[in-house]
T-cell receptor
Framework: DGGITQSPKYLFRKEGQNVTLSCEQN?????MYWYRQDPGQGLRLIYY???????QKGDIAEGYSVSREKKESFPLTVTSAQKNPTAFYLC?????????????FGPGTRLTVL | AQSVTQLDSQVPVFEEAPVELRCNYS??????LFWYVQYPNQGLQLLLK??????LVKGINGFEAEFNKSQTSFHLRKPSVHISDTAEYFC????????????FGQGTTLQVKP
């Protein structure tokens, strides 16, 4: 089945540690996105990528980093510089990065800082 | 700048009753509008989207929405809800042109009671 997978489902981090969240898609989509979801705030865009080896900052990129070495993979690293990383993280993809395209979402990773 | 306001954070309703979830947006340019649903601890799934043409859009699971340009609204409706419709619903807007950035509302939790 085509879709987006995210791993792990739950992740616990100690303060000062970097952690990497995985996102893989087999939909052959060009564009990929990372969102952060906090209760009562909807989804906020962290980073997005339209093609391999290219990515752009979203609205809340500080304390996060990404890479896009392969079309199907878009991992997100939450660095120690992110002051409040506890949240639900969602990865999405779309055929292209246009306003009309449907974004397809993965099941999410819940990150908790201990 | 674009923004999306979902006017109700929670909507309780009895099973088989009709429901309307309200969404207003602000934008100085043409927009595309989306409704997504999120079941607990899962990713988002597209319910429907408005790109152009008929202002009444039908989606999955019996939902429909009406685009009202003069009132800058895109309210979601269902004539008879089921217990299984209990979820969080997000309205989102993107801008016409070469950009895939989605701006999400804060979300509305639909609680269907037996």
């Amino acid at each position: 089945d085509g879709g987006i997978t995210q791993s792990p489902k739950y992740l616990f981090r100690k303060e000062g540690q970097n952690v990497t969240l995985s996102c893989e898609q087999n939909l052959n989509h060009d564009a990929m996105y990372w969102y952060r979801q906090d209760p009562g705030q909807g989804l906020r865009l962290i980073y997005y990528s339209q093609i391999v080896n290219d990515f752009q900052k979203g609205d809340i990129a500080e304390g996060y980093s990404v890479s896009r070495e392969k079309k199907e993979s878009f991992p997100l690293t939450v660095t120690s510089a992110q002051k409040n990383p506890t949240a639900f993280y969602l990865c999405a993809s779309s055929i292209e990065r246009t306003g009309t395209d449907t974004q397809y979402f993965g099941p999410g990773t819940r990150l908790t800082v201990l | 700048a674009q923004s999306v306001t979902q006017l109700d954070s929670q909507v309780p309703v009895f099973e088989e009753a009709p429901v309307e979830l309200r969404c207003n947006y602000s934008s100085s340019v043409s927009v595309y509008l989306f409704w997504y649903v999120q079941y607990p601890n899962q990713g988002l799934q597209l319910l429907l989207k408005y790109l152009s043409g008929s202002t009444l859009v039908k989606g999955i699971n019996g939902f429909e929405a009406e685009f009202n340009k003069s009132q800058t609204s895109f309210h979601l409706r269902k004539p008879s809800v089921h217990i299984s419709d209990t979820a969080e619903y997000f309205c989102a807007v993107s801008r016409s042109g070469n950009t895939g950035k989605l701006i999400f509302g804060q979300g509305t939790t639909l609680q269907v009671k037996p």
